[in-house]
């Protein structure tokens, strides 16, 4: 339901040029027909002060929102049997000439970076990556911007700017040990960011799937390039704090190069040994952070929801037996975990104190979300290997599960 952006020169000379950064790879999108994935939420969208108004005045009398505390979306928009009240039995919007600001965006997210800049996120769903949908480019994105300037005004960004700039402070918690926290500016830990995706793509873990390489980089890569940090870091006066800046992760992460092909190939072997052992019991096994092992023993059948509401019955110990991925389904999954760490704090004060860990360990999560229903997917469709289609689909499902999924790591 994206709104249609439209060149507008006059408003483009007032309002001058807008610096922004992408987290995702320029794409197609297009709504499928008679799609309303969109729609159902168990929450309706929040609501701007002029979206309240501007459907009250078109239904005076229709209790449609509830208030919430938030100084830039003070309403949320009710939900029924998991769906916008607003939804009819065709799966039609019918407020659409109308629509909330977030729904005119959808699948689009705007964000703000730590520098200020605008970073636009996006939402996976069933219209994403379509052949010969709307293709975000850089004109396209721009046109959007000024329309939506249009509707909301250019003081509504300035505080939207401001109000996701106070959630980010100068020094940002980079990773956390036992003798407390270590902080870092944004610039580093993004480089941080960096190099975990430069371990991901290390030689001797080609061979394993995302989650695979995401959990030697939990287990093994991340622990020991930290330590390397902590021997340069600088503790903070009185306080059980340190802090690490670029200069001196450039000169750890110069160090731990030397060790990472070994360091990499050893966890790349001891991955394929747990993989196999996946399969000999049947159980679903994760690594502690003490380096333990926590096995959730599970019934000899597990469903597994599909998009669009179906359900999936198949075999525990059938679906320990990850099937290969093709080469375009493990890329397609790649680049949605990296665009998915890029977002910078995109569900608020919540994911913006993540730290590196942290944030890794989520994406595992994801990862290993994502290659369950993949698979699950796969055995539903007598495949043999798990293809762009059931990738796709499982990656539609994990977007709308982040935030159960960013409240298992605060706990």
Same mark, same amino acid.
């Given at each position: 339901?994206?709104?249609?952006? /439209?060149?507008?020169?006059?408003?483009?000379?007032?309002?001058?040029?807008?610096?922004?950064?992408?987290? $995702?790879?320029?794409?197609?999108?297009? %709504?499928?027909?008679?799609?309303?994935?969109?729609?159902?939420?168990?929450?309706?969208?929040?609501?701007?002060?002029? +979206?309240?108004?501007?459907?009250?005045?078109?239904?005076?009398?229709?209790?449609?929102?509830?208030?919430?505390?938030?100084? =830039?979306? *003070?309403?949320?928009?009710?939900?029924?049997? +998991?769906?916008?009240?607003?939804?009819?039995?065709?799966?039609?919007?019918?407020?659409?000439?109308?629509?909330? &600001?977030?729904?005119?965006?959808?699948? =689009?997210?705007?964000?703000?970076?730590? +520098?200020?800049?605008?970073?636009?996120?996006?939402?996976? %769903?069933?219209?994403?990556?379509?052949?010969?949908?709307?293709?975000?480019?850089?004109?396209?994105?721009?046109?959007?911007?000024?329309?939506?300037?249009?509707?909301?005004?250019?003081? &509504? &960004?300035?505080?939207?700017?401001?109000?996701?700039?106070?959630?980010?402070?100068?020094?940002?918690?980079?990773?956390?040990?036992?003798?407390?926290?270590?902080?870092?500016?944004?610039?580093?830990?993004? /480089?941080?960011?960096?190099?975990?995706?430069?371990?991901?793509?290390?030689?001797?873990?080609?061979?394993?799937? *995302?989650?695979?390489?995401?959990?030697?980089?939990?287990?093994?890569?991340?622990?020991?390039?930290?330590?390397?940090?902590?021997? !340069?870091?600088?503790?903070? *006066?009185?306080?059980?704090? &340190?802090?690490?800046?670029?200069?001196?992760?450039?000169?750890?992460? !110069?160090?731990?190069?030397?060790?990472?092909?070994?360091?990499?190939?050893?966890?790349?072997?001891?991955? /394929?040994?747990?993989?196999?052992?996946?399969?000999?019991?049947?159980?679903?096994?994760?690594?502690?952070?003490?380096?333990?092992?926590?096995?959730?023993?599970?019934?000899?059948?597990?469903?597994?929801?599909?998009?669009?509401?179906?359900?999936?019955?198949?075999?525990?110990?059938?679906?320990?037996?990850?099937?290969?991925?093709?080469?375009?389904?493990?890329?397609?999954?790649?680049?949605?975990?990296?665009?998915?760490?890029?977002?910078?704090?995109? $569900?608020? !004060?919540?994911?913006? +104190? =993540?730290?590196?860990?942290?944030?890794?360990?989520?994406? $595992?999560?994801?990862?290993?979300?994502?290659?369950?229903?993949?698979?699950?997917?796969?055995?539903?469709?007598?495949?043999?290997?798990?293809?762009?289609?059931?990738?796709?689909?499982?990656?539609?499902?994990?977007? /709308?599960?982040?935030?159960?999924?960013?409240?298992?790591?605060? !706990?």
């Amino acid at each position: 339901m994206l709104l249609t952006a /439209r060149a507008n020169e006059e408003v483009k000379e007032q309002k001058g040029s807008v610096d922004w950064v992408m987290s $995702f790879s320029a794409v197609s999108f297009q %709504c499928p027909v008679n799609c309303d994935a969109c729609c159902r939420r168990s929450l309706g969208p929040s609501l701007t002060v002029k +979206d309240y108004k501007i459907i009250k005045q078109n239904l005076p009398y229709s209790n449609f929102a509830d208030k919430r505390a938030h100084p =830039l979306f *003070p309403y949320q928009l009710k939900a029924r049997e +998991d769906a916008c009240i607003f939804l009819n039995r065709k799966g039609k919007c019918s407020i659409y000439p109308y629509r909330p &600001f977030l729904c005119r965006l959808y699948p =689009l997210q705007l964000h703000f970076q730590w +520098d200020g800049k605008l970073l636009w996120c996006l939402e996976h %769903c069933p219209g994403v990556g379509v052949e010969n949908g709307t293709y975000f480019s850089e004109s396209y994105l721009e046109n959007l911007l000024w329309e939506l300037l249009e509707i909301e005004g250019e003081t &509504f &960004f300035n505080d939207l700017r401001e109000y996701v700039l106070k959630t980010k402070q100068f020094l940002t918690p980079l990773f956390e040990i036992d003798r407390g926290m270590v902080y870092s500016d944004w610039q580093t830990k993004n /480089r941080m960011k960096d190099i975990v995706w430069e371990m991901f793509h290390a030689e001797s873990l080609e061979r394993l799937t *995302p989650r695979g390489r995401l959990e030697c980089i939990v287990q093994d890569l991340l622990p020991a390039l930290e330590q390397m940090i902590m021997r !340069k870091a600088v503790q903070l *006066p009185g306080e059980n704090k &340190f802090l690490v800046g670029k200069h001196i992760l450039r000169e750890a992460y !110069k160090q731990y190069q030397g060790i990472l092909p070994v360091l990499s190939s050893e966890s790349a072997a001891r991955e /394929r040994i747990h993989l196999e052992d996946l399969k000999k019991k049947g159980n679903i096994v994760y690594g502690a952070e003490s380096g333990a092992t926590i096995r959730y023993h599970q019934p000899s059948r597990i469903t597994i929801h599909g998009f669009y509401g179906r359900k999936i019955e198949v075999n525990t110990a059938e679906l320990m037996h990850i099937p290969k991925i093709t080469a375009k389904a493990s890329l397609i999954e790649g680049r949605y975990l990296n665009e998915f760490q890029r977002r910078e704090g995109r $569900f608020g !004060k919540e994911s913006t +104190d =993540l730290t590196i860990n942290s944030e890794v360990r989520l994406m $595992f999560l994801a990862a290993d979300a994502l290659e369950l229903k993949a698979n699950a997917f796969t055995i539903e469709k007598g495949k043999e290997m798990i293809g762009t289609e059931e990738i796709n689909e499982a990656i539609w499902i994990v977007e /709308r599960n982040l935030s159960w999924l960013l409240e298992s790591i605060r !706990k």
